[in-house]
């Protein structure tokens, strides 16, 4: 059974980071001194729950996280800085900070450092998440003490709905287009105009024509999905904002 930390302060420890290709140490105070700061915890960078569902979802509530006061949040794991930095890359997570606690000074001082050597990867963090005020621990999220890796409350959701229960949530959204597209121009155009974060997936470098005929029935572009519907092309993207707005 974990202990839960809420009202004390966390562990003071230095981390050492890579900035710019140089080493550059950074402490507790500078990451939470005067600050409102999320930060969750995880057993591994790479390892699958963690790139596919824990840090993208985080990164994608980053500034909902922000309309709310939160000033920074951050993956801390229990690897080294090189390692840290080219995860963040991968993932395109620069909504995140993400922090190298590779000795585990971290999440030992937290009571969170346990052993995995049953899968090779000696001792990492359990995983958790919590909310930081001026160093101080507010609210912490920790996973059930069950065998395996357990998945279910310390999320980005949960989290920003602890913080915030009624905050709007940003639209999922894809755009399939294609390189030279003026109509694909024009409808990213328009959900950016209109504040909303799109992931873009380019024809023959991310699918294929096959691909968009499976999934939308259509084999022209841009074909658009905003959480889980078929909205269509440009025009059919300017009839839904049309129609966003005057709700």
């Known amino acids: ?40 915890s995880l057993p591994g960078a790479f390892t699958p729950t963690c790139s596919s569902t824990h840090v993208p979802r985080y990164n994608q509530l980053a500034p909902a996280f922000r309309q709310h006061g939160v000033d920074d949040i951050v993956c801390i794991s229990v690897n080294d800085a090189f390692v840290m930095n080219e995860w ?16 585990g000074d971290f999440s030992r001082g937290m009571g969170m ?10 001792e990492r963090s359990w995983r958790y998440s919590m909310l930081v005020k001026d160093g101080v621990i507010e609210k912490m999220f920790i996973e059930p003490d069950v065998p395996g890796d357990p998945f279910e409350v310390s999320d980005a959701d949960t989290m920003l709905g602890y913080i915030a229960p009624d905050a ?17 121009v024009r409808a990213k155009g328009m959900l950016n105009e ?19 005929r499976a999934v939308s029935r259509q084999a022209t572009v841009p074909q658009v999905f905003i ?21």
């Open 113 to 122: 450092l346990v052993p995995k050597s049953d899968l090779g990867f000696g």
């Open 168 to 184: 709007a949530k940003p639209l999922d959204v894809t755009v399939f287009s294609r390189e030279g597209c003026p109509y694909c």
């Open 1 to 40: 059974m974990f202990e839960n930390r809420e009202g004390s302060r966390v562990p003071h420890v230095k981390f050492h980071t890579r900035r710019d290709h140089e080493w550059s140490d950074v402490t507790t105070d500078d990451i939470f001194r005067g600050k409102n700061v999320v930060v969750f």
């Open 194 to 212: 209109a504040g909303i974060q799109l992931e873009e997936l380019v024809m023959n470098r991310d699918y294929t024509e096959a691909t968009l």
């Open 227 to 247: 959480n889980g519907q078929h909205i269509g092309g440009s025009e059919a993207v300017e009839a839904y904002l049309g129609n966003r707005k005057a709700a």
């Open 88 to 103: 963040r890359d991968e993932q395109k997570a620069f909504n995140v900070t993400f922090v190298p606690d590779g000795n």
